[in-house]
């Protein structure tokens, strides 16, 4: 479903089938690669699936979908600018395929956007952001699957100086006022996602 989404997508700014599909395959390459476990095509469907509940309050779908298919396009967890590289990458796939550079502009600032997940003046902005988070207010046995996953992804690094960085992390969640930025999905998955953020962390 993912490639028919991505194909449709771009024939909206190329008649190139060649290309399309040469896009198509860089993203499926690098969200196959055996380093990941969390970060893959799986998460990519997931996000659409949470997107596509809130489709009629983004204001540039198009934009969304090209933030949604390359924000975490560069992933490596032992580099601290994947955003930066994935959003880089991201613009110059966009001009190959001639996008308007406002378009690309707001792509990169989403894709940014998801290093640190702070509110945003731009509506598309947060819920981006939000589905990106969605994961935190799953049933617990979803989540635990993702934590694990995590931790497979970073299995370069010892215990030791795992769990720290990562009961750092769960703690900033824990200490602001809200996960979620935007009210559907606050209301969808804020309560829940404290509840698995505060068990992870125990476990740790």
């Known amino acids: 479903m993912l490639k ?18 040469e896009l198509w395959a860089e993203i ?40 949604l298919f390359y924000h975490d396009i560069v992933y490596n967890s032992t580099i601290s600018d994947n955003e930066e590289k994935s959003a880089e990458l991201a613009e110059k796939r966009m001009k190959q395929i001639r996008i308007s550079n406002d378009k690309i502009v707001l792509c990169k600032k989403q894709i940014l956007a998801t290093k640190s997940h702070i509110k945003s003046i731009d509506s598309d902005t947060n819920y981006f952001t939000d589905a990106d988070l969605s994961i935190l207010g799953q049933s617990w046995e979803t989540y635990s699957l993702y934590y694990k996953n995590i931790r497979k992804e970073y299995s370069i690094y010892p215990t030791l100086v795992y769990n720290p ?18 009210d559907f999905f606050y209301n969808k998955f804020e309560i829940q996602a404290k509840q698995n953020i505060e068990k992870e962390i125990k476990s740790l």
């Open 28 to 67: 499926e390459k690098n969200y196959s690669s055996k380093k990941r476990h969390y970060h893959t095509l799986q998460h990519l469907d997931n996000l659409f699936v949470q997107l596509t509940d809130v489709k009629r309050e983004i204001e540039n779908w198009e934009v969304i979908l090209f933030t």
């Open 4 to 21: 028919e989404i991505f194909i449709e997508l771009l024939t909206n700014y190329t008649d190139n089938d060649y290309l399309k599909n």
């Open 165 to 182: 960085g990562r009961k750092k992390i769960l703690k900033h969640f824990l200490s602001v006022d809200r996960i979620f930025k935007t």
